[in-house]
Nanobody
Framework: EVQLVESGGGLVQTGGSLRLSCAASGFTFEDYAIGWFRQAPGKEREGVSCININDGSIYYQGSVKGRFTVSSDNAKKTVYLQMNNLQPEDTAVYYC????????????????????????WGQGTLVTVSS
């Protein structure tokens, strides 16, 4: 059974940091791309970042560039999202998602309509940034 389990969310003040984890199981981790997405209250889900475990390619979207860092620990089958200088607009439920086709995940970062094509999703972890 494929599972993606996010953890690490919580409440943090503006300018603070959090590290999210996405623990994967049930598939060959190295063959997949893992993406991070988020959905703020009342807004459409949007892409944040992704990493292609196979070749290490990394992508970031929009306002998170320079503040968020995605990485992976292949031995632990876990992808991390280090989030620094958090702002109230970063408040959202953060999801990780996986697909064997890295192109699908990368495209989904900028094209919400493609998100439904990503094979596996976690349940999400809530990040709240207080002002």
């Amino acid at each position: 059974e494929v599972q993606l389990v996010e953890s690490g969310g919580g409440l943090v003040q503006t300018g603070g940091s959090l590290r999210l984890s996405c623990a994967a199981s049930g598939f060959t981790f190295e063959d997949y791309a893992i993406g991070w997405f988020r959905q703020a209250p009342g807004k459409e889900r949007e892409g944040v970042s992704c990493i292609n475990i196979n070749d290490g390619s990394i992508y970031y979207q929009g306002s998170v560039k320079g503040r968020f860092t995605v990485s992976s620990d292949n031995a632990k089958k876990t992808v991390y999202l280090q989030m620094n200088n958090l702002q109230p607009e970063d408040t959202a439920v953060y999801y990780c998602a996986a697909d064997r086709d890295s192109g699908v995940v990368v495209t989904a970062l900028s094209t919400p309509a493609v998100e439904s094509e990503v094979d596996y999703w976690g349940q999400g972890t809530l990040v709240t940034v207080s002002s």
